[in-house]
Structures are given as C-alpha cells and as structure tokens.
C-alpha cells in the first residue's frame, strides 16, 4: 500500500517506536566473510548500503570513509576499509548490474569510496530520490523510516570515531541498522509501486 503522507513533524517521528536491526551482524574480518557477505548479497537480489565516515569537527577537515556496511536477507555485513583488503570484493558487488543496491543520498557515499578504490557503480537506487519524484517533501533516511516503515531510527552512535582499531557493540549495531533500513525501505517503496522492478528506479 503506498503511503498516504509525505511529511512529518520532528515531534511525531519522536513519538513513533524505535526500532534496530535484530538480525544476525556479521563483522566482515578476513576473506571467508567477505565471499559470505558476496554470496549473500548475490542469492537475495537486493542489498542496503550505507558507509560511515569519522567525524570532522574542525573547519576544513574531513575524512574518507571508514566502514561500509552491506544489508543482504540472512544478515548485515560490516566492513572496516582498512582492516584487510576489502576493495575487489566491494568493486565486484557495486558493479554487480543484477543486484540492486538501496541507499540514501548516496552520491557522497560513491564519491568517497572512489577516493579508496576505483569502481563503476551498476543498478544504485537513491532512495531519497525515489521519494522526492513521488512527492516526499522529507527524504532523509530517519524521516523515510518514519514515514514509510512506521518506526524511529535512532541516531545514538553517529558521531562516534568510526576510524577506531575496534568497533563497539553499540556502533556495529548503528551501521547495522541504517543498512538494514535502506533495504527495507526499497522493499516498501517496491511493494507500493513507487519503485520499478528490480534494477529500476
């Protein structure tokens, strides 16, 4: 059923339930996780992505992205980008034109991991996008969320060093939503006949 508003107040996503991914979190440490996280993707046809970045608190700073988190149907894969070579599996998955890759305002997702390893990205779907063509006058991924899924995310470790040698419960669970949500919300989109078969936008 396609959703019947197209906005709402910070005071009603407040009052909404929160909710987190309660699935399975993979972190993503030497090749065996990284060809379950390829296959994974590959069987479910589309994936949520996100990746977070450490923030920059200091007027001209700004840092590459640290962690890129994959949602596929069984679970969420987290990878750190300097942990172990990552980049040919990642290459492969974003140049995948058979798996659709759902995000939110991606453009600066795929800019920046272009800084860290070449790539020409096939079948990405900004969701944010989708929404603004179908008349969503909010289309951050918390409003969607809101909007669309009837729940809060919650935004508690966004500012954390995600650049750190070790990622905390708490962070791991964070990427592991936003990712989760992605997914989710093309599937929502999808279903409403806002979104096109997959590959389409």
Known sequence: MEPARREI???????????RYEGEIVLVEDADGLARAAADAASCGVVGFDTET???FRPGESYLPSVFQLAGERAVYVMQLKAFPSAAALKTVLEDAQLVK????V??????LKKL????????????????RNGFRQTGVRNLAALV????????????????????????????????????????FRS??????????
């Open 107 to 112: 453009s600066d997702d795929l800019k920046n």
């Open 9 to 19: 107040t910070a005071e009603e996503v407040n009052a909404l339930p929160v909710r």
């Open 192 to 201: 409403a006949g806002l979104i096109g078969p997959p590959g389409g936008a």
């Open 117 to 132: 390893f070449p790539f020409q990205e096939a079948s990405v779907v900004d969701l944010g996008q989708v929404a603004k």
């Open 54 to 56: 450490r923030p920059a």
């Open 102 to 105: 759902a995000g939110v305002s």
């Open 149 to 188: 899924l009837g729940f809060r995310v919650p935004k508690g470790a966004k500012t954390t060093n995600w650049a750190a040698a070790r990622l905390t419960p708490q962070q791991l669970l964070y990427a592991a939503t936003d990712a989760w949500v992605c997914r989710e919300l093309y599937l929502a």
